[in-house]
């Protein structure tokens, strides 16, 4: 099993360009989660989805939207980027209501904006 | 926004010493979950405790959940060059959302 994954690993955008981060999860896990991590700042949720159909804001949401896919998958997506979105960018997924909400991380996408 | 501590930010010490990094809340939570993160990967969780008072160990690492369920301490034994990495607390008031701290960098010198 490959836990999850997520592609690109590294991703540098001009302000105002798009992109699209990819996180893929086979553990048949319910939830998924995408995250950033700045220094000093820990992890700081985006966007969640608490089962497949669903979405909801994190503490964080502004310049972000997603989509799950399906249960598997959970996409993050920079509309037009700015210096400000420059991060790390994790996904996670939980079986939620199961063994207190334990995360499983992927290796991040480090996402530089000019 | 429930926050969560984590104290001291950085820390670096020698080989064989040993130390306690701390996570404080003004919030109660239903469990609290310790991760260590490596350079360059994502977080790996370590162990949950939820119950007030509870004591976890996984071998030279010994966890504990305040009696309150606010605020928990990791405690690292005879510290080796392989326990570097930065250590995040992260608090579930309920069965969704975590709340991340703001992570301990341990650095241990060889």
């Known amino acids: 099993n490959a836990g999850v994954t997520q592609t690109p690993k590294f991703q540098v955008l001009k302000t105002g360009q798009s992109m699209t981060l990819q996180c893929a999860q086979d553990?048949?896990?319910?939830?998924m989660y995408w995250y950033r991590q700045d220094p000093g700042m820990g992890l700081r949720l985006i966007y969640y989805?608490?089962?497949?159909?669903?979405?909801d804001k994190g503490e964080v949401p502004n310049g972000y939207n997603v989509s799950r896919l399906n249960k598997r998958e959970f996409s993050l997506r920079l509309e037009s980027a700015a210096p400000s979105q420059t991060s790390v960018y994790f996904c996670?997924?939980?079986?939620?209501?199961?063994?207190?909400?334990?995360?499983?991380f992927g290796p991040g996408t480090r996402l530089t904006v000019l | 926004t429930q926050l969560l501590e984590q104290s001291p930010q950085f820390l670096s010490i020698q080989e064989g010493e040993n130390l306690t990094v701390y996570c404080n809340s003004s919030s109660v939570f239903s469990s609290l979950q310790w991760y260590r993160q490596e350079p360059g990967e994502g977080p790996v969780l370590l162990v949950t405790v939820v119950t007030g008072g509870e004591v976890k160990k996984l071998k030279r690492l010994t966890f504990q959940f305040g009696d309150a369920r606010k605020d928990s301490s990791l405690h690292i034994t005879a510290a080796q060059p392989g326990d570097t990495g930065l250590y995040l607390c992260?608090?579930?008031?309920?069965?969704?959302?975590?709340?991340f701290g703001t992570g301990t960098r341990l650095t241990i010198i060889p």
């Open positions: 996670a997924s939980s079986r939620a209501g199961v063994s207190y909400n334990e995360q499983f």
């Open positions: 553990m048949n896990h319910n939830s």
């Open positions: 989805s608490a089962s497949e159909g669903t979405t």
């Open positions: 992260a608090g579930a008031p309920g069965n969704e959302k975590l709340t």
